[in-house]
């Protein structure tokens, strides 16, 4: 593409995608809007982007929050100015946490239009406070060689700052003068045209390839917890870039080390079953009964990612303080339960690659017993679940999440969201050989934007399913608007509780006189009729044969709803009752 130089305006704009281009950008969502119309303009013209118009800015910036969490590239975000830029906040801040990419372009008036109540216009520099990785407010868009350079280098500079070490956000203000349409105000010749373009883009310009340098004496390390007699290691909440070989490298230190794995629903390896024999996954379960507590206490804790979910996990490792080193790329601080901690900045897969294979040829033997007891005791609760849960006829919102583990179509992506789905996935989804992604939005841990941010895995992955309670969905409906758009199939498996199942957990449920109308706020949603005003396929669930036919065979195509209406006060009366006393057969 060359640069587009009917005005100033185009210019600029053209300038930026082009060079957002060649840095590899690959996709970009755009919200309707006046002021940023020379960016839209830029976007939907550039050959080589995939453009995607939203209407609603909060449904768009998740959406593209779930494009860059599964594509692992960022996703350019752009609206006009005023109050469109504030709707994209909450996903700002879900990036910010779970370090997924985003660069967020806002529309502005120029500086003579603030303060002096022009229409549209707040204060945008600095919109989303400190929650960026990196902002900047552009200067005003000029025909001026040296400033064509500045805009350049500042789009690399940010490209570079959402992308590498541990993704984020960027936001770029931008403002524009008149005219916003691409109205030709220049006299540029073809020859001098063609001399900035070649001057700006000297060949195929393009980032150099960004490598960590990994410093440290992983070896040493890796010596230390050979020592120990008790070790388990955490797979926690994570979104490694390749599941495959983040999987594969927490198989190799549990062998090596001979240490259980505890497995987090929310991490890649639950799914990777026939890579790793010593996943335990039922260790909320085990870890309600006293006696497994005290003869399981380990010496060590190896946490890769963040802690999972399960409060009784949380509970027993921050009553017992126990020596713990945590394994992330990043550099937030992990340790959320204050223990005896020492975060190792890098990721899993490349702890692996820097120990040389004739320092670890050696096994840790003296943990064979140790790792034997967490085995034994996990197929025993397995079993004892599996028997249960797969005699329950009842609509029961856990069974739900061991249906999907064990049917699911392999390699077939799931979006869990938060409050209950996520945590019913943590008691009940199966280790499995699916080699499935799961996504979720544990960083600010809200259900904002969970259609959206669902769709936008699925239009990345072409296929995908989101588990989701109904609360979670009608926060964001407007995503539903995106059908439009979307080329792959998203299927929804709704579990209708008629309010919010997370609520009934709490003390605040025996205060009947206001828990219903303030804290579990049932809609009395027909989801049916719901479905059929956005031209949505649906079905209502009522026989697990029914669920597991319709999971086992998903659309290619568009957005499929599968209700299952579940009675919420019933599903957490069986969870208070069930699982202590599974823990203890």
């Not at 950008?25 to 839209?40: D, F, K, Y």
């Not at 869990?416 to 945590?423: E, H, Q």
């Not at 026989?543 to 290619?556: A, G, K, M, V």
Request: charged share 20%.
């Amino acid at each position: 593409m060359s640069l587009d130089f009917r005005n100033v305006n185009t210019v600029w704009s053209s300038l930026i995608v082009e060079t957002f281009a060649r840095l590899g950008l690959e996709n970009a969502v755009i919200c309707p809007g006046s002021r940023s119309t020379p960016l839209t303009i830029a976007f939907a013209q550039h050959p080589s982007i995939k453009t995607i118009p939203i209407l609603d800015e909060r449904s768009a910036s998740f959406f593209a929050l779930g494009m860059a969490k599964s594509s692992h590239k960022p996703v350019v975000l752009v609206c006009t100015s005023g109050t469109a830029g504030a709707n994209f906040y909450p996903a700002v801040i879900e990036a910010r946490y779970s370090h997924i990419p985003l660069i967020i372009l806002t529309g502005d008036r120029p500086p003579e239009l603030r303060e002096c109540h022009a229409g549209q216009t707040i204060n945008q520099v600095n919109l989303y406070g400190n929650y960026p990785k990196w902002q900047t407010e552009l200067s005003l868009p000029s025909f001026k060689l040296k400033r064509l350079f500045y805009l350049r280098q500042n789009i690399i500079h940010g490209w570079e700052k959402a992308s590498h070490y541990a993704g984020g956000v960027v936001h770029f203000n931008i403002p524009f003068r008149e005219p916003l349409a691409p109205i030709k105000k220049n006299s540029y010749s073809e020859e001098e045209k063609a001399s900035i373009s070649s001057k700006l883009f000297p060949g195929k310009m393009k980032l150099s390839t960004f490598k960590i340098n990994y410093f440290g004496n992983y070896e040493n390390v890796f010596s230390q917890w050979q020592k120990y007699q008790k070790g388990i290691i955490i797979a926690g909440v994570d979104s490694p870039d390749d599941s495959l070989l983040y999987s594969r490298a927490i198989a190799f230190l549990s062998e090596k080390l001979n240490f259980p794995v505890l497995s987090e629903a929310l991490s890649p390896v639950r799914n990777y079953q026939h890579y790793n024999p010593n996943l335990i996954s039922t260790y909320d379960i085990i870890l309600r009964n006293p006696a497994y507590q005290e003869e399981l206490r380990p010496e060590i804790v190896i946490l890769i990612g963040e802690y999972p979910t399960s409060k009784e996990l949380r509970k027993w490792l921050t009553e017992n303080k126990i020596s713990t080193y945590i394994i992330t790329p990043t550099c937030d601080n992990l340790d959320a339960l204050h223990s005896n901690s020492q975060h190792i900045r890098i990721s899993a897969i490349e702890f692996v690659k820097n120990i040389e294979p004739t320092f670890i040829s050696q096994q840790n033997n003296n943990s064979q017993k140790y790792l034997q007891q967490w085995l034994k005791i996990e197929q025993k609760i397995k079993n004892n679940l599996d028997h249960v849960i797969n005699n329950h006829d009842e609509l029961f919102e856990g069974k739900i999440s061991w249906l999907l583990s064990h049917h699911l179509p392999a390699q077939v992506p799931i979006f869990i969201a938060n409050s209950m789905s996520v945590r019913y996935a943590e008691y009940f989804w199966q280790t499995n050989q699916g080699e499935r992604e799961v996504y979720f939005s544990r960083g600010a841990n809200g259900i904002d934007g969970t259609l959206s941010t669902a769709l936008g895995i699925s239009q990345q992955k072409q296929q995908a399913v989101l588990l989701t309670g109904d609360l979670a969905l009608l926060h964001d409906t407007n995503g539903f608007l995106i059908n439009q758009h979307l080329s792959g199939s998203l299927t929804i498996v709704l579990v209708n509780n008629n309010g919010g199942g997370i609520f009934e957990m709490l003390p605040i449920a025996e205060f009947d006189h206001i828990f219903e109308e303030y804290f579990a706020t049932p809609q009395q949603i027909d989801f049916e009729n719901l479905s059929k005003t956005y031209g949505i396929e649906y079905k209502q669930i009522e026989t697990w044969q029914q669920l597991t036919e319709n999971i086992q065979h998903l659309p290619n195509q568009g957005i499929r709803l599968l209700e299952v209406k579940t009675n919420r006060k019933y599903d957490s009366w069986w969870l208070k009752n069930n699982l202590s006393m599974l823990s203890q057969n």
